[in-house]
């Protein structure tokens, strides 16, 4: 006679308790019955019947799995779990508006969680070890238990957006120096990592509400404070900052919570802090407070800040700045750039900056922006300068192209009218890389292009032409109901606007499929055109981020007292994938720098120690790197074999030819 087994699990937390009743029937009709009581009366009980009865439900746990049982024994506790936490957390729903005991009653629930979770994981055990081992697509009973949590969690937005509303509250509240529950903060922001949420639910507005404090806080001293003072404030704050870190927040926050500290409180006053105190620091010998100001900004990548710091003085809108004063602070900043490490990093970032000023048209003078360069030349030699000069040669070139453009036959025959346009041709060595961004282009661009194209090929045979949409930028006419105005705009915001010649309201899916225009960059460029200060569009519903769900309407009741209006700053702003993408683009070419260099000295030198060669390589190499990171370019060129270990003394280097 075959053996019939049943189960019954019940998994009622609200009690806390687990019960496992287990009826086994076997050929000899034995019954057997476990069960497992509530656990507080469970602890509650001699050690020997805790035992005992913790030996009897192990004992069923592994005779259901044996007699091939785990499934649904896995199932009947995943319901159970599920009933219980989808309770719990809707339980949340409405509680106490007084955030500090609305957040403690959301630990209260994630400690009892885990420990029922435990308890649970504990008492099934085999089940986890044979059943889950054993089949494909199946969470051990802990992280089933987390992914519960975590979906009934985000069916519960009005729980979720509280505790995240309370954590910030609360961070904000110790800035201020108010003493807060670090206790509860640290389980909490703990439940968001074991969920694996952290970075998206509470990360990224928390690093958004820093950037807001420091943004205010920063304004604030730096007007009412002298230097000194700035400066210990902006130390003080840095050294919190850290403190949080190793307190309660992820170990991962700690690098953009300190850059976005940086930046607002720093990198946004750099020419104040230096205009406002440098010189007079100097001049008093504060020493201390010179070192603070060398210390604060050396680890505020100070070959960086320089180049944003010219880029400011620079650019087109320096009203009140003679040519003299301008050429004296160029003067300034060369003094401070001679003791910079990492002249490469300068030269990443000015050049970056340089191309949106000649290519936006944004530069205040081209005679200082030629001074600079010559300034720059004379320090480091025209290697240094070969390609911010080839810059200049083709925006100059280019304006001789278009001449010759518009004088063509093409263009006098082909161009549609009532369009100018006019193309910079650049040289791809010169010029920092762009990653290509497609654009579904209106008729009329796409025709202009091809006519262009013709033109310059028939000019210049063997040349390929590939062309960079997010540089462009174009002057819109537009009618609104009180006026007309020009509009400068970049072309992914020409591309979006003319997509309201025809429609008076799109969804955001709509202008998406229309313009090809990609996510984020689409997202970036309807914020430019409806959140900011120039609101040419409407957004449906109003706020700060665009979304799936938003519409855009033609905003009829735009007024504003100038004819052109600028609505294309977001252009000149650094995005953060800029910024990474060309500190990326420095640390490549400083390995392929490496590389060289220690492929050059063994070349020459055939056999050399491990010292010697690190001591040569701090000679050539002009800008600052670790010994650590010296000997994993020597570990590369060993596996890719231009030099070999010695045999017999694994310090010493053979160059193989």
């Known amino acids: 006679m075959s053996e019939m087994h049943t189960l019954h699990v019940f998994c009622l937390f609200d009690e806390q308790f687990v019960l496992v009743q287990a009826l086994l029937c076997s050929s000899s009709n034995l019954n057997l019955t476990v069960t497992a009581i509530l656990l507080k009366m469970y602890l509650n ?44 957390l809707q339980s949340l729903v409405g509680q106490s508006l007084d955030l500090v005991v609305f957040l403690s009653m959301v630990e209260k629930c994630w400690q009892d969680f885990c420990d029922q979770m435990l308890m649970i994981r504990g008492i099934a055990l085999y089940l986890d070890r044979t059943h889950v081992k054993q089949t494909p697509n199946v969470r051990s009973l802990w992280d089933m238990g987390l992914q519960l949590f975590r979906k009934h969690l985000s069916l519960s937005p009005e729980v979720e957006r509280k505790i995240v509303t309370g954590l910030l509250e609360l961070i904000e509240r110790e ?35 820093t950037s807001d404090f420091y943004a205010s806080e920063g304004l604030k001293y730096i007007q009412q404070w002298d230097v000194s003072d700035y400066l210990k404030h902006v130390e003080m704050r840095l050294c919190e900052e850290h403190e949080r870190c190793t307190l309660y927040l992820d ?191 209106p008729h009329e661009l796409n025709v202009y292009q091809d006519i262009f194209k013709e033109f310059y090929l028939s ?116 995005t953060v994938e800029e910024n990474t993408s060309t500190t990326e683009r420095v640390f490549q070419d400083r390995q392929y720098q490496v590389d060289a260099a220690i492929v050059r000295i063994m070349k020459t030198r055939k056999v050399l120690s491990h010292t010697l060669l690190i001591t040569e390589l701090f000679q050539q190499l002009k800008f600052p790197i670790k010994p650590v990171d010296l000997k994993k370019r020597i570990e590369s060129l060993i596996d890719r074999e231009y030099l070999e270990r010695d045999k017999n003394n694994p310090q010493i280097y053979n160059y193989l030819a």
């Open 459 to 574: 000019k210049y045979s063997g040349r390929r032409l590939m062309w960079q949409n997010s540089l462009g930028h174009c002057v819109l006419k537009a009618e609104f109901p009180r006026g007309k105005k020009e509009l400068a705009v970049s072309l992914f915001q020409t591309v979006v606007l003319m997509l309201f010649n025809d429609a008076q309201k799109l969804s955001y899916q709509d202008i998406k499929d229309s313009t090809s225009i990609e996510d984020k960059e689409l997202r970036r460029t309807l914020q430019s055109l409806a959140c900011g200060k120039v609101r040419v569009l409407q957004k449906i519903p109003k706020g700060r981020e665009v979304e799936d769900e938003d519409s855009f309407l033609f905003n009829d009741e735009f007024a504003a007292p100038l004819y052109r209006i600028k609505v294309n700053a977001i252009q000149m702003k650094e």
């Open 45 to 88: 009980l001699p050690f020997l019947s805790q035992f005992f009865l913790l030996t009897v439900v192990v004992k069923a746990v592994s005779d259901l799995c044996l007699h091939k049982m785990g499934g649904n024994l896995y199932q009947r506790i995943q319901q159970e779990c599920e009933r219980h936490i989808s309770a719990k």
């Open 251 to 441: 170990a991962n926050t700690r690098k953009p919570l300190v850059t976005t500290t940086e930046k607002q409180l720093l990198e946004r006053h750099t020419s104040t802090i230096l205009d406002k105190g440098f010189t007079m620091l100097m001049d008093l010998k504060r020493v201390d407070d010179l070192k603070r100001l060398y210390t604060l900004f050396a680890r505020n990548r100070p070959a960086e800040l320089i180049a944003k710091f010219l880029d400011e003085k620079l650019r087109a809108g320096n009203k009140g700045t003679s040519e003299e004063e301008l050429e004296g602070t160029l003067d300034r900043v060369l003094v401070l750039f001679r003791f910079i490490q990492g002249k490469d990093v300068f030269e990443a970032f000015y050049k970056k900056d340089l191309a949106k000023r000649l290519l936006l048209g944004k530069s205040a003078s081209i005679d200082a922006e030629k001074s600079m360069i010559s300034k720059l030349k004379a320090e480091c030699g025209s290697q240094f300068t070969n390609k911010l000069e080839g810059m200049f040669k083709d925006i100059e070139l280019s304006k001789e192209i278009n001449d010759s453009f518009k004088q063509s036959s093409q263009a006098r025959t082909k161009l549609p009218s009532g369009i100018e346009m006019s193309v910079h041709v650049l040289t791809t060595g010169y010029w920092p890389t762009y990653p290509p961004m497609d654009v579904r282009l």
């Open 175 to 209: 800035r201020l120096g108010e003493a807060i529950d670090r206790t509860v903060l640290g389980h909490l922001l703990k439940m968001f990592t074991a969920l694996g949420t952290y970075a998206e639910t509470f990360e990224k507005p928390f690093l958004e509400r």
